[in-house]
Structure formats: structure tokens, C-alpha cells
């Protein structure tokens, strides 16, 4: 790897009348200013200077320690300070004339495009990218992101484009499934949902509702209340400035629902608008794209980041730990591009998101107790086949990120699930998972404990419309064919509407 930068630094005068000590400070720069910070022999080089009108021109280059960028600060502090107590001589700006970063590869990128990248070589193994930075963009470490991206996107190269990594952890005994249907088209047939308006969403009738709802109280029942889960009500229009502290804001864009305010809520501003309907009865879209501001967001993708707004900041007092709590107050809402089918690969989604907070060692007795109760769920009321796997990190995966966390906590297990009407060797779907997200949002969202150990938290999400899929689609839609806890729990059928 090898940054290299040529570059001027302005000065408010000629600097010629300070060329000694100039000339000074650039031969101490290797063995002082350029080298703080690094191995020995690692820091950053002077490949040449000189002098001209108004400038101090330098050709720097660099391996991985204190970078050309960071070299032509300390450069520009060194040389202010020397020529401005002297011969009152300021250094103004530094303008970067040629900044390039090479990095070894066995494939090509110039197809991407890259922010601040103008081009994109690939020779003899190497990757050369030219930069288009000012030194504002140096002084925010903008080549510094722009490496890490690359390495990223390298890695993810290295992986086969593979999403996730899995692991098997545990699987039930086989069962023998005496429906094989869809039961989505089941459902439609029975009256149980019909179709929303939008792509991926449904209207559920009575029938299909009283099974989310007993599913809530099994998860009442088996779970939040045993294990004393307090409810909150986290937002669900999430503005940016969340998903940059939770990490979202990396990969979330092809996914999300976009939110965009009106630029006035002057009813002069929207009258050509409406008289547009009136006349027409057709929503003018084109006109409504002029009448809109920039997004400012978009509508629940992940639950549990919105609702890390109200640790945020915060020192916690020792006694509140573990912090148990869950929110059910809305939908969740991801674009779900070519993978839509049924209920169980919706855009609009109905969940429970339950999240812990305390020490590392909470955190994982929490986790282990939620497995626990899971199992019993599962196989004791719900009677599922079913298995868990090790999996990529969700909140990595939702960031673009292929593998394994470092650590050997810190994770998502997927809790899967055969559907009859797949096939033998179809795919299994993931219906619940539990995660140990460590450090991560405690640090993204600057939370603390009174006693200064570190925080890590947790999550898990139970959807709605997941658990429901699995479960008919191994059970079927007759309840007199369902597990005996279950018939129990959902009563009789409720009264259905009848269409002529």
C-alpha cells in the first residue's frame, strides 16, 4: 500500500526570505514530525520540495502509518509556526495537486464509482486511485474512509458475493407434515387477508389477526413477563442521523422507505396540485417531486435503533442494569426489491423488538435465558421443525459486511424453518433470531454506566408474519389440526365477513 501527494502549500507572502528555515524543517520532518506515531521507519517521506510564488510545493508519500495527508498538516503546523514568528509569513491553504493511493488486488474496480475517486487504474496487480480531495476533505480523513471502503469491498470480493456466513448450531427431529399447501394461497381462498394497496403489504381479517395476536400473548406469557420486559414506544420515522450512529447509513439505501417533507404547508404552494385532481382524478406525481424537500429519513427499517435515542448521551446509574425492554407500537417497513412472496417476505411487517443493555456478562445470561424460552415456544407449544444456526452479525450484514464478528460472542443465531409446500430440498426461512451486538450501539450512541465498565447490548425480533407462515404452513388452516396448546390459546374462529 502506498499513499502518495503533491501538493502546495500557500503562504500570504513570498517564502523565499525563510528558506533556511525552511529547508530545516523539512530535513528534521523524517525523523521528527513525519515519524510521531508510527513503527520505526514507517512514518512518511519527502520525495522533494521547493519554493515558488507564494507556495511551498512537496511531494510526499507513505505506507499505512501517518499518511500523506496527515503528514501535510503537520507539515503546514511545522512550517506556520517557523516562518510566522520569524517573517511573519502564513502557511493559507494546502492545495493537493496529485493525491493517489495504491493497494494490492487480484481484481478490478474500475466500474464503481467511488466519492472523491476521479479514476480508478488496475496493473500488475495493484489498484491506483486518484483522488479529487481538498484539504478539507485531508483534515476530515475522507482517504482514510476511502481506503477502508476499498479493503471492503475487496473482502467482500474474497467472500463470492456469499451474504452471510452460517453455522449449524442445533436441529429438531424430522416431523412428518401432513399439509403441503401455500398457505398464503389458502388464506386468500378463505378470506383470512386479501392484498394492501402497496407492494408487499396485506390486510389481515379477523382470522389471520387473532392468530398475530395470540402469538403476542404466547410471547407475553413465555417471555416478556417472566423475564421482565418493560414496554416503550420506539419512533418509526427514523431520521439520519440515527442510522449514522447505529451503522445503518453504510448500506441501508436500496432497502428503505424514503420520507420527504413538503417544502410548505401553504395551501397556495399545493393549489395547482389539487386542481390538477380535481380536474383529472390522477395524483400528479411528477408535480409532486418539485414540491417536496430532500429526505430527511425514512420509515422503520431495523426497529431497535430509533429507540436507542433515549439512552443516548447518558451515563446509566449501576442499579438499572440489566435494562429489559420491548416495542411492538408499529410496523416496520424494508423494500424488499425481487424476493416478495406470501406473508412471509413482505415490505410492511408487524414485529416485536426486544432489546437488553447491560455488562458484557448480563447481556449473555440474558441471551441464553431468551434461547431457552424460544426452545420451549417452538417445540413445546408451537410443536415447530426447526432448526438455529450461527450467522453474520445482522446489524453487519445490513451493513454490507460479509463474515464473522472477531469475538466469539458477539453475533446473530437464525432460527429457521422448513415450509412443506418448498419441497424436500427447499429453502428454509428464517423466522426469529436473537443477536449479542456487544459494544456496538452503547459506543455508536455514546451510553455509559455509573461504574465506567463497558455496555453491551442485545435485540431480538419476533415478526408476526413469520411466525404465522411457518407455523400453517407445517400445520395447515384447520385449528382442529393444530397443537393442543395452540387450539387453546386461540379459541373459536372469530366471525368472518362474508362476500357476495
Not at 501527494?5 to 521528527?32: C, F, H, R
Not at 471502503?149 to 470480493?157: A, M, N, S, T, V
Not at 396540485?273 to 395524483?283: A, G, L, N, P, S
Not at 414540491?291 to 430527511?296: S, V
Request: aromatic letters at 12%; proline letters at 5%.
Amino acid at each position: 500500500m502506498e499513499f502518495y501527494l503533491k501538493a502546495s502549500l500557500k503562504t500570504s507572502a513570498d517564502p523565499a526570505a525563510g528558506k533556511e528555515v525552511i529547508a530545516k524543517i523539512m530535513a528534521e520532518a523524517e525523523q521528527g514530525i513525519l515519524s510521531k506515531g508510527a513503527p520505526a521507519g514507517e512514518g512518511a517521506k519527502i520525495k522533494s520540495w521547493g519554493l515558488g510564488d507564494n507556495r511551498i510545493d512537496v511531494e510526499l508519500t507513505s505506507g499505512r502509518y501517518v499518511r500523506v495527508h496527515d503528514a501535510a498538516m503537520r507539515l503546514k503546523k511545522a512550517l506556520a509556526e517557523g516562518l510566522g514568528k520569524t517573517f511573519k509569513i502564513g502557511i493559507r491553504s494546502i492545495d493537493a495537486e496529485v493525491f493517489t493511493i495504491t493497494v494490492a488486488s487480484d481484481r478490478d474496480l474500475k466500474n464503481k464509482k467511488i466519492p472523491y475517486v476521479k479514476s480508478v487504474d488496475f496493473k500488475d496487480g495493484q489498484l491506483i486511485l486518484t483522488l479529487e480531495v481538498g484539504e478539507a476533505e485531508m483534515r476530515n480523513q475522507v482517504p482514510d474512509r476511502i481506503l477502508t471502503l476499498i479493503e471492503d469491498k475487496l473482502e467482500q470480493g474474497d467472500y463470492g458475493a456469499k451474504a452471510e456466513h452460517w453455522n449449524l448450531l442445533w436441529e429438531s427431529a424430522d416431523k412428518e407434515f401432513l399439509y403441503t399447501n401455500d398457505p398464503t394461497e389458502d388464506m386468500l381462498k378463505k378470506g383470512w387477508l386479501k392484498r394492501g394497496s402497496s407492494r408487499g403489504q396485506w390486510i389481515h381479517g379477523s382470522v389471520s389477526t387473532r392468530l398475530f395476536r395470540m402469538f403476542e400473548q404466547i410471547v407475553f406469557d413465555e417471555i416478556l413477563v417472566p423475564l421482565g420486559y418493560d414496554e416503550m414506544i420506539f419512533p418509526k420515522m427514523v431520521m439520519w442521523d440515527v442510522w449514522k450512529h447505529s451503522g445503518h447509513a453504510k448500506g441501508i439505501y436500496p432497502e428503505i422507505y424514503y420520507v420527504c417533507p413538503p417544502k410548505t404547508r401553504d395551501p397556495e404552494y399545493w393549489e395547482d396540485v389539487m386542481d390538477y385532481y380535481k380536474v383529472t382524478h390522477e395524483v400528479p406525481v411528477e408535480m409532486l417531486k418539485d414540491k417536496i424537500g430532500d429526505p430527511i429519513g425514512g420509515m422503520c427499517y431495523a426497529q431497535c435503533p430509533p429507540g436507542w435515542g433515549f439512552f443516548q448521551g447518558e451515563t446509566i446509574a449501576t442499579e438499572s442494569f440489566p435494562i429489559l425492554v420491548f416495542d411492538r407500537s408499529g410496523t416496520s417497513h424494508r423494500y424488499e426489491s425481487g424476493g416478495i412472496h406470501g406473508i412471509e417476505r413482505v415490505d410492511e411487517f408487524h414485529r416485536i423488538e426486544l432489546v437488553w443493555l447491560g455488562t458484557k456478562e448480563q447481556v449473555v445470561e440474558t441471551t441464553q435465558k431468551l434461547h431457552e424460552r424460544y426452545m420451549h415456544i417452538f417445540n413445546d407449544l408451537l410443536d415447530l421443525k426447526w432448526r438455529k444456526a450461527w450467522v453474520t452479525p445482522w446489524f453487519m450484514a445490513q451493513e454490507g459486511i460479509a463474515g464473522v464478528a472477531a469475538d466469539e460472542v458477539t453475533g446473530t443465531t437464525d432460527y429457521e424453518a422448513p415450509l412443506p409446500y418448498r419441497g424436500k430440498d427447499g429453502e428454509w426461512l428464517e423466522f426469529q433470531n436473537v443477536s449479542i451486538n456487544g459494544e456496538k450501539y452503547p459506543n455508536g450512541f455514546n451510553v455509559k454506566s455509573q461504574s465506567g465498565e463497558k455496555l453491551w447490548s442485545g435485540c431480538s425480533g419476533v415478526g408476526l408474519e413469520r411466525w404465522t407462515a411457518v407455523f400453517l404452513a407445517q400445520h395447515g388452516l384447520d385449528p382442529e389440526k393444530w397443537p393442543p396448546e395452540v387450539q387453546k390459546r386461540f379459541g373459536g374462529m372469530p366471525k368472518q365477513v362474508k362476500f357476495l
